[in-house]
């Protein structure tokens, strides 16, 4: 069977008790396809992009959708072995990652933000993304790359991003990157996220936010 594979941080998986069904599960029930879930808590930008590539290796007959979350992610490398609590079989995480660690650099010390210019961090990940576009569409892998959080600032007053939004922008694989993201859609109908009080806008979608996200996907998915 043809798989759908569905990658992010949190914000592709985090659901309030009781409820079970995320964007890529309602995707992968629309298309007849089984869904191999890579999305957890906390993953890096990084991670999702190297998880993708993992894929890849597979080579297995698949659509890929890879969700890109909370850009200010640092990672580092630790030989401790995680607690990894058990979930439903169509979560997966690659054992080769799971030495990796990740944190938001707002959690860090005031040297260690100054060290990491937000906007850098940004336009780095943008140019990283369209490596790993350019080399999934050389391999003939069917993918889109989609923003699950909040749109990304336009500033081509930035030196360090010269051309690189004109060069997402002319791809179509990318999906929403600077504007129509996950969190600026529930924002603007108003779906306030379940852990709102915790968290307010950058929270955690329901059931009905995931099922108005895939809605919005599947007009940019051709299989």
């Known amino acids: 069977m043809t798989k759908l594979y569905y990658d992010g941080d949190s914000h592709s998986c985090a659901l309030p008790r009781g409820q079970t069904q995320t964007t890529g599960h ?3 029930d629309r298309l007849g396809y089984e869904l191999e879930h890579y999305g957890y808590g906390s993953k890096s930008p990084a991670q999702i992009i190297r998880s993708s590539v993992r894929y890849s290796f597979e080579d297995v007959p698949c659509f890929m959708a890879i969700g890109i979350g909370v ?16 979930k439903p079989a169509e979560y997966k995480r690659w054992q080769e990652e799971d030495s990796i660690r990740s944190l938001q650099i707002f959690n860090t010390s005031k040297e260690t933000q100054q060290l990491f210019h937000w906007q850098y961090m940004e336009a780095n990940l943008l140019f990283s993304l369209l490596q790993l576009h350019d080399y999934l569409l050389y391999n003939g892998k069917n993918f889109i790359i989609h923003n699950l959080g909040f749109d990304i600032r336009v500033d081509k007053d930035f030196v360090f ?5 004109d060069e997402i922008r ?9 504007e129509n993201s996950f969190h600026s859609q529930i924002k603007e109908k108003n779906m306030k996220p379940w852990d709102f009080d915790k968290h307010g806008w950058h929270g955690h979608p329901d059931e009905q936010g995931h099922l108005m996200y895939a809605d919005y996907l599947m007009e940019h998915i051709n299989v």
């Open 161 to 165: 991003s010269n051309k690189i939004y």
């Open 71 to 86: 850009i200010s992610r640092l990672e580092w490398f630790t030989e401790e072995v995680p607690d990894i609590p058990n």
């Open 170 to 178: 002319r791809r179509p694989r990318f999906i929403n990157m600077f």
């Open 26 to 28: 309602v995707i992968a």
